[in-house]
């Protein structure tokens, strides 16, 4: 019969542990998820920033072939 309350009790420690465990890790992955939910990712960048993109004119679109423009997206998967 002690054999049986030494493994209750051992039984009742591992969950608690393990509750515990799951709830700073579940409080641990919230407050990251708060942080970078604050981040703005998409501002103008600061500084000496290069521009790495820009913007085609649609009559320039028009001007160009539509078939390499279809078989690069065909190739690139873009």
């Known amino acids: 019969m002690k054999n049986f309350y030494s493994g209750l009790i051992e039984t009742c420690r591992v969950l608690i542990l393990f509750v515990v465990l799951t709830l700073f890790f579940y409080y641990a992955l919230n407050h990251l998820d708060r942080r970078e939910e604050s981040y703005h990712k998409y501002d103008e960048p600061i500084g000496r920033a290069i521009k790495v993109s820009y913007t085609v004119d649609e ?20």
């Open 59 to 78: 009559e320039q679109m028009t001007k160009q072939n539509w078939f390499p423009r279809l078989m690069e997206f065909f190739r690139n998967g873009e």
